[in-house]
């Protein structure tokens, strides 16, 4: 995980105004003094959305998106953080020095390992277009239809069949043995003896989001047994090997191709998904430009959430195998699981995206694409191949799979409809339906929302005071240390407020910036709630008493719900007849104190406070 220092972040935002860098985007109307606009990020015919050039944030009324430059350009590129302060860095010119982590590995390692995958990239591309031995390599990729401009594109490559062709262009680049092996491209041997790790092979170069080269991926040739165009792998070998994991390649974290057709899926609105090199780079070069490849890895969360920042809409492709199917229907649960909409196409047997894409064309594809099954389509046809429908047995495993995947869609409405479906398809009452998808677990969570409620959210807290106190320690730092004199953390009943308080009260604000608060947190829910309160058309006029009226509500609300709590208690032991008169001490010394706090609100007992 990339993090970058106060300062770094100081200084990007310094050399920013937040009103010029969105009207890049679209126009901004100034109103009094701030901008208005029609919020991007939904739809809408009455401007909402907001931006503050005196306090650098903006915040949407209608959708609840709030926060900084770093805020709108995260959601407007759809980038990562990391990604995001590096954009922005470099719009405004300032460099980020070596010291900053990259995915955990120190940058000037991150910079050595993306130097020396360039250079064997262009090492295996220069072997396949320019070198008489690689007449095979090239006639197999002929055959298969990649043309010279794709080749070019995607950088293909080709490895010798020698043990240390590679290593030996590497060492006289200056490049030692040690780095060759942290890049993953070379293995040491029992003698301890470098030998490459692609040798006899086609090379496909993994480009991570930013286009730089971040692994390899080979395709072995065949040797003399048969054709080239036909290229089986050798007895004991893999047809594909991939670089192993290093400091700056996880599998979990790349897709293949998703560099070339970010910019298209995010225009498109819709992701098709396949498997392999060859089954992205051909739809590709035919003009299916909305596609990556999974490289025959499992999906992962890492993968469903990049996807996400550029579309909703997901169709699945993938070889009609078994692999290919079982491999289909576990990305089906993640990615629903992460609220996309999800599809799966089924091509013809003896066919991969590759294959049917050179056979039937484009056209044909789209079409394949267009007739794709939903989710609940597609698992319901497997599962009626494994299991008898017609017996009750069968039934209830058939049933118990799909309120698996049921269980995990959001939209209420949407599960509804698939619970209505899945009981006239088998035949089962919606009632029992319901009665054993509420005995599936889920493990899922909304992080911003607390995981329980305690017997003190009987009461309603007046959440307003607690807002106007955050407000008001924003609008006035000295407010902060007499906010943390008078209640603790803990007595903020609002789970954001409460999050943001500790957070004023843990850190030196001198000088409080809301964008300084933002980004230490960095959790957009505390953006949008902080954006929202310090957006809001309301002046507090009188502060000091805006400051005693707060305490004294929050405090005597507190107060309220002890009291309630034991009162339940005293009733519970009345019935009983166990512990009643200490309960009762502790209701009437309670009862005292909250008189104390009315007596404030009217202007007495001030002192108190």
């Not at 969360?301 to 576990?330: C, K, M, S, W």
């Not at 799966?344 to 064309?361: N, Q, S």
């Not at 906010?483 to 004023?504: G, M, N």
């Not at 009291?563 to 032991?573: C, F, G, P, Q, W």
Request: charged residues 30%.
């Amino acid at each position: 995980m990339t993090r970058f220092s106060e300062q770094v972040l100081g200084e990007i935002l310094e050399r920013c105004d937040i009103v010029e860098t969105i009207s890049q985007y679209f126009p901004l109307k100034k109103v009094g003094r701030n901008f208005k606009a029609c919020c991007p990020f939904h739809h809408e015919k009455t401007p909402s959305f907001i931006v503050s050039p005196e306090k650098q944030i903006f915040h949407c009324f209608g959708c609840g998106a709030g926060g900084d430059v770093f805020g709108f350009v995260m959601k407007q590129e759809r980038l990562s953080f990391p990604e995001t302060v590096r954009f922005v860095a470099k719009k405004v010119g300032f460099e980020i020095k070596d010291e900053e982590k990259k995915d955990g590995a120190p940058a000037a390692i991150a910079t050595l390992l993306f130097k020396i995958n360039e250079l064997a990239s262009w090492y295996f591309h220069r072997n396949l277009t320019d070198e008489s031995w690689s007449r095979d390599a090239r006639e197999y990729l002929m055959s298969r239809k990649v043309d010279k401009e794709s080749i070019a594109e995607f950088r293909i490559g080709f490895a010798s069949q020698q043990w240390d062709g590679l290593i030996n262009y590497l060492r006289s680049r200056g490049i030692q043995d040690d780095l060759i092996l942290k890049a993953g491209l070379a293995i040491k041997g029992g003698q301890g003896r470098l030998y490459d790790r692609f040798r006899n092979r086609i090379i496909f170069p993994i480009f991570n989001l930013q286009g730089k080269i971040v692994g390899f991926g080979g395709r072995i040739m065949a040797k003399d047994t048969e054709s080239v165009v036909a290229g089986p792998a050798p007895e004991g070998q893999p047809k594909y090997i991939n670089s192993p994991e290093t400091e700056i390649y996880k599998k979990s974290r790349n897709l293949y191709g998703f560099n070339f057709s970010k910019d298209n899926i995010r225009r498109e609105d819709h992701v098709v998904i396949v498997e392999g090199y060859l089954d992205f780079i051909i739809p590709f070069q035919c003009g299916l430009t909305n596609i990556v490849a999974s490289l025959g890895t499992a999906f992962t969360l890492e993968h469903t959430r990049l996807l996400r920042r550029y579309t909703q809409n997901i169709i699945i492709v993938f070889d009609p195998d078994v692999a290919g199917q079982d491999a289909a229907l576990r990305s089906l649960d993640l990615l629903v699981e992460e609220g996309l909409n999800v599809t799966v196409a089924e091509l013809k047997a003896g066919f991969d995206p590759d294959t049917f894409m050179r056979k039937f064309g484009k056209g044909a594809f789209i079409v394949l694409l267009e007739s794709a099954k939903s989710l609940f389509d597609y698992k319901l046809s497997r599962l009626f191949l494994k299991y008898n429908k017609d017996k009750p047995e069968g039934k209830a495993v058939i049933a118990n799979e799909m309120l698996m995947i049921i269980k995990k869609i959001k939209n209420a409405i949407l599960r509804a409809a698939y619970i209505k479906k899945l009981s006239d398809t088998l035949s089962i009452p919606e009632e029992a339906l319901l009665i054993e998808l509420q005995k599936i677990k889920t493990q899922t969570f909304t992080r911003s929302e607390p995981k329980g409620e305690s017997p003190l959210c009987s009461f309603k807290i007046s959440k307003i005071a607690e807002q106007m106190l955050i407000s008001l320690m924003f609008e006035d730092g000295t407010f902060i240390e007499r906010v943390k004199k008078s209640i603790s953390c803990e007595e903020f009943s609002d789970p954001l407020a409460q999050k943001i308080a500790r957070h004023l009260f843990d850190n030196d604000f001198s000088d409080i910036k809301p964008v300084a608060v933002l980004n230490r947190i960095n959790d957009q829910v505390v953006s949008s709630f902080v954006t929202k309160l310090l957006m809001s058309e309301s002046v507090i006029e009188d502060k000091e008493k805006s400051f005693i009226d707060c305490i004294r509500k929050i405090k005597k609300d507190k107060i309220q719900i002890e009291l309630n709590v034991l009162k339940e208690r005293i009733d519970s032991a009345q019935k009983n007849k166990q512990g009643i008169e200490a309960l009762l001490r502790a209701y009437h010394s309670l009862k005292k104190e909250k008189i104390v706090y009315e007596k404030a609100g009217k202007g007495e007992n001030k002192e108190k406070l």
